[in-house]
């Protein structure tokens, strides 16, 4: 049950819309999208992605505001720090845009709905594996309806992790921090990934097929994912142990079982 917006009719109906305008949005991008791409340089890479912006943005904007008309609009992927009060949508119209663009498989759609500084609704959509990741606060996290559970995994020995860019530019202590971390994960771990879109790992975390993923750098469009993998059951707090907010400057999301232990190596 959905009680955050409001009765539970009222929530499903705003998690139906929402991912029925994520799924229009993921399928105008099929259209546009080729294993074929090669940009041919920066300014051309650079105009794809604008393109493939734009075009997500001018079939998610009308539809959401018409979902809740009263809630303000968010789609600076890679912005960062405390919201004004009330409803906002928080919007990544392309995770893993370069990609897309470069002819690989890893990108996703996704929205997330916060309320006074809470994630309260997420949906990420993976259009080339039609797979639909929704989550709303208290609810629960699910893959195309059916419940998500994360990993029952209670040892890094065997675990999938994995980090990645927050988004591009970052600083050279947190560059040095990734690569430090990537080093004592290694030393832990089956296997660490280093990828973007985030997005696309926490919900691979949210479904139990990767074991956990941290972030040196915290930027909203994470929400989505994060309130997957809290919903799905998982750990999600800061690199000091404290839980998680949208303005947290790291974060840390985990089964259960393999928290504590990722947390002891990352701080180490």
Known sequence: MMTVLGNEAHGD????AAGDAIRRAGTLLLKRYSTENRPAGLSELLAD?????VAVTDVLRPALTEILPSA?????????GALAGGEWWLIDP??????????????????SLVRDGRPVL??????LLDEMFTATAGGGAFLNGV??????????DGAMVGTGQAKPGQSTAVLERIGSSFTAMMKEVIYVRISVPVTHQLAQVAAGRMDLHWQFDNVRAHV???LLVREAGGVVTDLDGEPWKVTSESYLAAAPGV??????VLTA
């Open 13 to 16: 109906e705003v998690l139906a």
């Open 49 to 53: 992605v604008g393109a493939h912006h």
């Open 72 to 80: 303000g609009w968010l789609d600076d992927e890679h912005g960062a």
């Open 94 to 111: 392309i995770g893993g845009n370069v990609n897309a663009v470069h002819g690989m498989t890893d990108w996703n759609v996704g929205v």
């Open 122 to 127: 997420a949906v990420l959509y993976f259009p």
């Open 147 to 156: 419940p998500l559970r994360v990993s029952a995994k209670t040892s890094l």
């Open 224 to 226: 989505a994912g994060v």
């Open 259 to 264: 928290h504590a232990a990722a947390l002891a």
